[in-house]
């Protein structure tokens, strides 16, 4: 299985600072046919589903808002929130599709300072 | 708007079975892949199942050992997991989550979710 290791597993940030969540897989999740990071990030607030931000490591869902990005390659990748708003509070997933099982991050929870 | 609605869940004692449903609205059912994903209480998200669009390809976390089993019937827009042998470790919320694709050659990740049902597994 692919383990996905995510850090810290908390961070307290200001409004309008940068917030930056990394992970790390166990192996490679880029797919050297096609050149995709086979990599997805999720945001959970309390009480609700968690909902997809990035896929393809970098490529944001739509609605999503622009603040948040996804960048990195094969067994290194990020999400940042450029600019914290209080909206964005929540916990952070990571999650492989490179193989099954599909596996997932132990999540990131972000809060305000 | 896609919709997802899961039920099913409830309190089972150990050793017991279940059956979840997800009814599924809002799109072309059949053309997606599905999965299960599920939560303990204060923990973070478990992959436990994965089904093509046709139901013809499943896949599974291997920690299950073969006591779960998904299906989906797409002329009723439904998924479903059948749980056996249920134990206090299977406690969780459980989603119906859909795939941007159909699954044929593997899962991808999930562009919706079900707001979830609570299983809890306890005597």
């Known amino acids: 299985d692919i383990v996905m290791t995510q850090s810290p597993d908390s961070l307290a940030v200001s409004l309008g600072e940068r917030a930056t969540i990394n992970c790390k897989p166990s192996?490679?999740?880029?797919?050297?046919?096609?050149?995709?990071?086979?990599l997805a990030w999720y945001q959970q607030k309390p009480g609700q589903p968690p909902k997809l931000l990035i896929y393809?490591?970098?490529t944001r869902e739509s609605g999503v808002p622009d603040r948040f990005s996804g960048s990195g390659s094969g067994t290194d990748f990020t999400l940042t929130i450029s600019s914290l708003q209080a909206e964005d509070v929540a916990v952070y997933y990571c999650?492989?599709?490179?193989?099954?099982?599909?596996?997932f991050g132990g999540g990131t929870k972000v809060e305000i300072k | 708007e896609v919709q997802l609605l899961e039920s099913g869940g409830g309190l089972v004692q150990p050793g017991g079975s279940l059956r979840l449903s997800c009814a599924a609205s809002?799109?072309?059912?059949?053309?997606?892949?599905m999965s299960w994903v599920r939560q303990a209480p204060g923990k973070g998200l478990e992959w436990v199942s994965a089904?093509?669009?046709?139901?013809?390809?499943?896949y599974y976390a291997a920690s299950l050992k073969g006591r779960f089993t998904i299906s989906r019937d797409n002329s009723k827009n439904t998924l479903y997991l059948q749980m056996n042998s249920l134990r206090a470790e299977d406690t969780a919320v459980y989603y119906c989550?859909?795939?941007?694709?159909?699954?044929?050659?593997?899962?991808?990740?999930?562009?919706?979710w079900g707001q979830g049902t609570l299983v809890t597994v306890s005597s």
């Open positions: 989550a859909k795939d941007p694709g159909d699954g044929y050659n593997s899962p991808l990740n999930f562009d919706y």
């Open positions: 999650q492989q599709y490179y193989t099954t099982p599909l596996t």
């Open positions: 393809w490591a970098s």
């Open positions: 089904i093509s669009g046709s139901g013809g390809s499943t």
């Open positions: 809002g799109f072309t059912f059949s053309s997606y892949a």
């Open positions: 192996q490679s999740v880029l797919y050297s046919s096609n050149n995709k990071n086979y």
